[in-house]
C-alpha cells in the first residue's frame, strides 16, 4: 500500500521558516517525480515545487522562487521543503504528491497533508 506521510507545518511568525518532510513507502522512490502543493480555504491548490525523478531538477512558481527549497532523498525515500521569508499568504494545508515518470501509468498519490499557518 503507497503511503506519502507529511510532516513538519505548525505555526510560524511572518518572516520565519519551516521545513515540510513527506515520507514514502510502498512504492519505488526513484521511479517517481515528487511535489509539493498548497491549498488554502476557499481556493484552488496549486504547485509549489517539484523535483525530477532523475536529473534532480526543480521547478519553481514565481510566488515561492527564493524563499522555497526542494530536495529529496533516495536513500530514505524522503522528499522536503525548506521554506523561509514566510508570510500569511503561504498559510494553507501543504501536501506531498508522487507521479510515476512513466506516461502510461496512471499511479499519482497524495499525502494527507500537513497545515502551515503563518501569523504574527
Known amino acids: 500500500q503507497v503511503q506519502l506521510v507529511e510532516s513538519g507545518g505548525g505555526l510560524v511568525q511572518p518572516g520565519g521558516s519551516l521545513k515540510l518532510s513527506c515520507a514514502a513507502s510502498g512504492l519505488t522512490f526513484t521511479d517517481y517525480h515528487m511535489s509539493w502543493y498548497r491549498q488554502a480555504p476557499g481556493k484552488e491548490r496549486e504547485l509549489v515545487a517539484t523535483?525530477?525523478?532523475?536529473?534532480?531538477?526543480?521547478d519553481y512558481p514565481d510566488s515561492v522562487k527564493g524563499r522555497f527549497y526542494i530536495w529529496k532523498d533516495d536513500v530514505k525515500n524522503t522528499v522536503s521543503l525548506q521554506m523561509s521569508s514566510l508570510t500569511p499568504q503561504d498559510t494553507a494545508m501543504y501536501y506531498c504528491?508522487?507521479?510515476?515518470?512513466?506516461?502510461?501509468?496512471?499511479?499519482?498519490?497524495w499525502g494527507q497533508g500537513t497545515q502551515v499557518t503563518v501569523s504574527p
Open positions: 504528491h508522487a507521479r510515476n515518470t512513466r506516461a502510461i501509468s496512471s499511479a499519482v498519490y
Open positions: 523535483i525530477d525523478a532523475f536529473t534532480y531538477r526543480t
